[in-house]
């Protein structure tokens, strides 16, 4: 079967760096995506990651070891607007977008 | 314009109503995508339209019917709903055909459903 591993909880200290990890066994791979996703709002896209590596974008940065089957999704300086869900999500061979259940930040003060 | 709208926000149905959700993106985006989403779940894929034609039917019971009128517009048709089906309704878009580019997805705010 298909499944995709991310903690459900984390919580961190404003100003501070989190990583948030995310294990998968799919399919095949074409891809892997993290989406941010604030309580009763829609999911943001926020990276995208097909090759080894670590992909930087500002306060954000996504890595991706395609051998371990692993990536982590990292924030830095975190401020108080950080406080939502984390989507890790694989495309399979088939192009079918496979979810994590996602890791809620509380980010405290 | 990169946004996909979504309406309405909220709607409360009974079991025999019949309602409408719409979705409009302006995006020139190929590939549209009907989600359902229950809360601290991540979302279940329904419905994709690819080039106005419906691609893939996750095993959606037949009470929801999705439409795609022109490649800006989708809609879900809603009839004899179950409270089961409560669930934020999310709506998304994405550049070129589902084989191609899903995963990079923009979506709507959502239609928080409630079936009484």
């Known amino acids: 079967g298909q499944n995709i591993d991310q903690p459900t909880e984390m919580t961190a200290t404003e100003g501070a760096i989190v990583q948030i990890n995310c294990t998968y066994q799919t399919s095949g791979f074409n891809g892997l995506f993290w989406y941010q996703q604030h309580a009763g709002e829609a999911p943001t896209f926020l990276s995208y990651n097909v090759l080894d590596g670590l992909e930087e974008k500002g306060r954000f940065s996504s890595f991706l070891s395609r051998s371990k089957g692993y990536s982590y999704l990292l924030l830095k300086e975190l401020q108080m607007k950080d406080s939502a869900s984390y989507l890790c999500a694989v495309r399979d061979s088939n192009y079918q977008l496979i979810w994590g259940a996602g890791t809620k930040l509380i980010i405290k003060p | 314009d990169t946004e996909v709208t979504q309406t309405p926000k909220h709607l409360v149905m009974g079991m025999t109503n019949k309602k409408s959700l719409k979705c409009e993106q302006h995006?020139?985006?190929?590939?549209m995508y009907w989600y359902k989403q229950k809360a601290k779940k991540p979302p279940e894929l329904m419905f994709v339209?690819?080039?106005?034609?419906?691609?893939i039917n996750e095993s959606v019971p037949s009470r929801f019917s999705p439409e795609c009128p022109n490649s800006s517009l989708l809609n879900l048709h809603l009839h004899a709903l179950q409270p089961e089906d409560s669930a934020l309704y999310l709506c998304?878009?994405?550049?070129?055909?589902?084989?191609?580019?899903?995963?990079?997805?923009?979506f709507g705010s959502g239609t928080q459903l409630s079936v009484l």
């Open positions: 998304a878009s994405s550049q070129g055909g589902p084989d191609r580019d899903v995963g990079k997805l923009f």
């Open positions: 995006m020139g985006h190929r590939a």
């Open positions: 339209y690819s080039y106005e034609k419906l691609s």
